[in-house]
């Protein structure tokens, strides 16, 4: 049974620029996450889609946004990026919520 | 707001020598608390998830407790592959935000052979 895939597994942008990062949930599962992860505030939530719906949304700036697609597979951009966006973007996937959730290897961002 | 806190934030302990971490938390309506471990690089990797106060969860050297405030992750005999952060998060289960895991830091746990 495949896990959860995040692509790229790492990306390096600059200040300013746009970046868009990928994840496939396991097969069936209609819930994803996305946590940001930094050795200062360790993981915190940015969102959560359900059947392409939005059902809840962390505390970052607009800049960070997420869409989920008819097959589940999610994506969620940052723009205007800034070194502060320097972190482990991890994204988990669950049959429902109540059952937990299976995390991706995530996509280690560096801003310079 | 919900809150999870964990210690401690480090351990180091010898092959064989049992320990807790612990895991303090308070949440609106406990809908489930999770342990994770991750290991560095990689993502968490699910372990256990407790639903409610005197429940119980046991794989192999690790055995999960949960009340009413605070949650333990008994470490019984490790071993140095046991070695990784531990996260414990908790899921609320009422009013808004109820789809999110709020995470603790976690505890680094080293076991030196």
């Known amino acids: 049974k495949a896990g959860v895939t995040q692509t790229p597994r790492y990306l390096i942008k600059t200040r300013g620029q746009q970046v868009t990062l990928s994840c496939s949930p396991i097969s069936g599962h209609r819930s994803v996450s996305w946590y940001q992860q930094t050795p200062g505030q360790g993981l915190q939530f940015l969102f959560e889609y359900f059947s392409e719906t939005q059902r809840n949304k962390g505390n970052f700036p607009g800049r960070f946004s997420g869409r989920q697609f008819s097959n589940s597979r999610s994506e969620m951009n940052v723009s205007t990026l800034e070194l502060g966006d320097s972190a482990l973007y991890l994204c988990?996937?669950?049959?429902?919520?109540?059952?937990?959730?299976?995390f991706g290897s995530g996509t280690r961002l560096t801003v310079v | 707001e919900d809150q999870v806190t964990q210690s401690p934030e480090a351990l180091r302990l010898q092959e064989g020598e049992s320990s807790s971490l612990n895991c303090s938390y308070t949440v609106s309506g406990l809908r489930g608390l999770f342990w994770y471990r991750q290991d560095p690089g990689k993502g968490p990797e699910f372990l256990f998830t407790l639903y409610s106060a005197g429940e119980e969860k046991e794989k192999e050297r690790l055995k999960a407790t949960l009340t009413k405030k605070e949650s333990f992750l008994h470490i019984t005999a490790p071993k140095p592959e046991d070695s990784a952060t531990y996260l414990c998060a908790v899921r609320r289960g009422s009013g808004g935000s109820n789809y999110k895991l709020t995470f603790g830091k976690g505890t680094l746990l080293t076991v030196n052979p």
């Open positions: 988990a996937s669950s049959l429902e919520a109540v059952y937990g959730y299976t």
